[in-house]
C-alpha cells in the first residue's frame, strides 16, 4: 500500500480547451492517456491517489462529469484538493460534494482524509505571482502592490483553511502529517510563508504542491528539504504523466 500524488491534470472531456501551452506543447499530447496508462502500472486499487488541484477545465459539474469519470477509473483510492481552475468546486459546498462523490472520490478541504498513521490535510492555497517589474537583465526591481495587497488576502483566507484543516485532524488524534497545496508554498520572491510556517508548526513531514508547471515555472518554489520539512513538485507535467510516490 503506497500514497501517490499528481496535480494539474486539466482534464477536458465534457468542456473546450483554449489553454495554449495545452494545444501546442508535446508534453500534452495526450497527456490523458500517458497518465491513464501509467497509473494502470504503477497503482493498485490498495493505494491512494492524491490529485492537487485543477482537475478541469469545466465549469460546472455537467461540464465536468466525463472528467470525473475518468478520474472515478484510474486506480486507488482518490483524493481530490482545489485548484484555481476548479471552477465547479464551491469551497463552502465541499461537503455536498463528498456526499454526491462518496465513496469513490474524497474533496480535501476544512476536513481531512486519512493514509495510515497520517492525516492528509490541504487547501488550495495562494501566493502572490506578480506582476514583476523586470531591469533589462531580467532582475525583478519591483511589482504591482495593488495585486500583492489582494493576493496577501486571498493568502490569509486560505491559511485559515488549512489550519481548520490542521486542527479537525489533530482533534482526531493525528500527530503526523502530510499537507497538499495547489499553489506552491512561497513565491519567487520567498523564503518562508505562512503555509511553511505552519507546515513547521504541525510537525508535517511533507509538503505536496502543483500550479507549477511549464518548464519556466518548474522552479519558482521549494524542491527537497526545508527546515526540516520535505517539499515536492508534482505537476504533472513536470512528472511527465507518472505519479509521484510520497509515502510507502
Known sequence: MS????????????SVLKAPSQLHDPIWKKHEEKLRKNCLKMITNED???????????????QCEPDFAYIRALPGKKILTRGNHDMFWDAKKTAELNTRFSPELFFLQDNFNVYQDFALVGTKGYTFEGPFYLDGRRRIIGWDEEAEAHAKKLVEREAVRLRT???????????????????????????????????????????????CHGQSRFYDSIHGE?????????????????????LD
Not at 3 to 14: C, E, N, P, V
Not at 48 to 62: E, P, Q
Not at 187 to 204: C, H, K, P, W
Open 226 to 246: 526545508y527546515r526540516g520539512v520535505t517539499y515536492q513538485l508534482v505537476s504533472g507535467d513536470f512528472l511527465r504523466w507518472k505519479s509521484m510516490k510520497i
Open 165 to 211: 484543516s490542521f486542527e479537525a485532524a489533530r482533534a482526531a488524534g493525528f500527530q503526523k502529517f502530510v499537507m497538499f497545496l495547489h499553489y506552491p508554498p512561497t513565491n519567487i520572491l520567498q523564503e518562508r510563508s505562512v503555509f511553511t510556517d505552519m507546515a513547521e508548526e504541525y510537525g508535517a513531514c511533507k509538503v505536496i504542491y502543483a500550479h
Open 48 to 62: 491512494t491517489l492524491v490529485l492537487v488541484g485543477d482537475h478541469s477545465w469545466g465549469k460546472n459539474l455537467s
Open 3 to 14: 500514497l501517490y500524488a499528481i496535480g494539474d491534470l486539466h482534464l477536458h472531456y465534457g
